[in-house]
C-alpha cells in the first residue's frame, strides 16, 4: 500500500517562507512523477509543481521563480520550497505520486496542509 504525509505547512506573512514535506511509503523513484497540487476555498485544484524521475520539472507562472519542488531519495521525501510568499498563494497543498503500469494509472494523494499567508 501507498501512503504520502505531508506537512510543514502554517501561518507565513507576506514576503515570507515555507518548505512543505511528503513522506513516501516507497522509494520515490518508484514513482514516475511528484506533484504539489494547492486548493483555495472555492476553487479548482491546481498544480503547483512537478518532476519527473528524470528531473524535469514545470511550475506555473502563478510560482515560477518562487516555488521549487525537491527530491531526497535517502528519506523517501519530496519538498516544496515557498519563496516570496503571498496573499494569493493561501490554499491547502497536497502531495502527488503518479504511476503508470500498462493501461493502469495510480494516483495517490497526501492529506494535505494549510498554508496561510497574512499580515
Known amino acids: 500500500q501507498v501512503q504520502l504525509v505531508d506537512s510543514g505547512g502554517g501561518l507565513v506573512q507576506p514576503g515570507g517562507s515555507l518548505r512543505l514535506s511528503c513522506a513516501t511509503s516507497?522509494?520515490?523513484?518508484?514513482?514516475?512523477?511528484l506533484a504539489w497540487y494547492r486548493q483555495a476555498p472555492g476553487k479548482e485544484r491546481e498544480l503547483v509543481a512537478s518532476?519527473?524521475?528524470?528531473?524535469?520539472?514545470n511550475y506555473p507562472d502563478s510560482v515560477k521563480g518562487r516555488f521549487t519542488i525537491s527530491r531526497d531519495n535517502a528519506k523517501n521525501t519530496m519538498y516544496l520550497q515557498m519563496n516570496s510568499l503571498e496573499p494569493e498563494d493561501t490554499a491547502v497543498y497536497y502531495c502527488?505520486?503518479?504511476?503508470?503500469?500498462?493501461?493502469?494509472?495510480?494516483?495517490?494523494w497526501g492529506q494535505g496542509t494549510q498554508v496561510t499567508i497574512s499580515s
Open positions: 502527488n505520486t503518479q504511476t503508470v503500469v500498462g493501461l493502469k494509472h495510480y494516483n495517490y
Open positions: 516507497i522509494s520515490i523513484f518508484s514513482f514516475d512523477a
Open positions: 518532476i519527473t524521475n528524470g528531473g524535469s520539472r
